[in-house]
């Protein structure tokens, strides 16, 4: 099992630029999580969906869209981009049976120039 | 809202030595849950170890484990006998535990570098 994938792996973008972000995972998972990674911040919550069809704001939203297309998919896009916005960018996963643990995938690294 | 503290943002450790990585944290909350995650250079993150608050006893895997005093809000990792390997970025996070089936989000601390000398 591949588990959490996310592509691409390094991205480099000129300001106001637009960009989607990949993430899909294997696992049947019904929940999915983009969180963003700053140096001395730890991870932040972006944007989280509790199921299918569903998504919500997490901590940081401001600047991004998601889409949950299905249930194995969820994707994170920046429509301008900013300087701001550089970062290590994380797609994580859970799911019901054990629903306190989060898989990460390999993780985004955005450049804004 | 809840809020996660690490006090330690860079340590050391001799390979085969123990150390303890503090955290602190603060919610309101009754029910939750406790994690170590671990980051090393390849950057993905490892979940190391997972605390439930309602139970009194401390968790342990392996090498890993914690010190969970829920009065004081407080929930340190040691790590015995230093490995290499362990040498990463540990987060301690924090999760409420929902009465409803929605989604459970982590809430981070900052981290701390852990450097194991060989």
């Known amino acids: 099992n591949a588990g959490v994938t996310q592509t691409p792996k390094f991205q480099v973008l000129k300001t106001g630029q637009s960009m989607t972000l990949q993430c899909a995972q294997d696992?049947?998972?019904?929940?999915m999580y983009w969180y963003r990674q700053d140096p001395g911040m730890g991870l932040r919550l972006i944007y989280y969906?509790?199921?299918?069809?569903?998504?919500d704001k997490g901590e940081v939203p401001n600047g991004y869209n998601v889409s949950r297309l299905n249930k194995r998919e969820f994707s994170l896009r920046l429509e301008s981009a900013a300087p701001s916005q550089t970062s290590v960018y994380f797609c994580a996963s859970s799911g019901t049976a054990s629903y306190y643990e989060q898989y990460f995938g390999p993780g985004t690294r955005l450049t804004v120039t | 809202a809840q809020t996660v503290t690490q006090s330690q943002p860079e340590m050391s450790v001799q390979e085969a030595e123990t150390v303890t990585l503090s955290c602190t944290y603060d919610?309101?909350?009754?029910?939750?849950?406790l994690f170590w995650y671990k980051q090393p250079p390849s950057r993905q993150m490892i979940l190391v170890i997972r605390?439930?608050?309602?139970?009194?006893q401390n968790a342990t895997e392996n090498r890993f484990s914690v010190n969970f005093q829920k009065a004081a809000k407080s929930f340190s990792l040691k790590i015995s006998d230093s490995q290499l390997g362990d040498t990463a970025m540990y987060f301690c996070a924090f999760m409420k535990r929902e009465a409803w089936a929605g989604s459970y989000q982590l809430t981070f601390g900052k981290g701390t570098k852990l450097s194991v000398i060989p």
């Open positions: 919610t309101s909350e009754s029910n939750y849950y």
């Open positions: 605390q439930e608050a309602y139970k009194q």
């Open positions: 969906s509790a199921s299918e069809g569903t998504t």
């Open positions: 696992m049947n998972h019904n929940s």
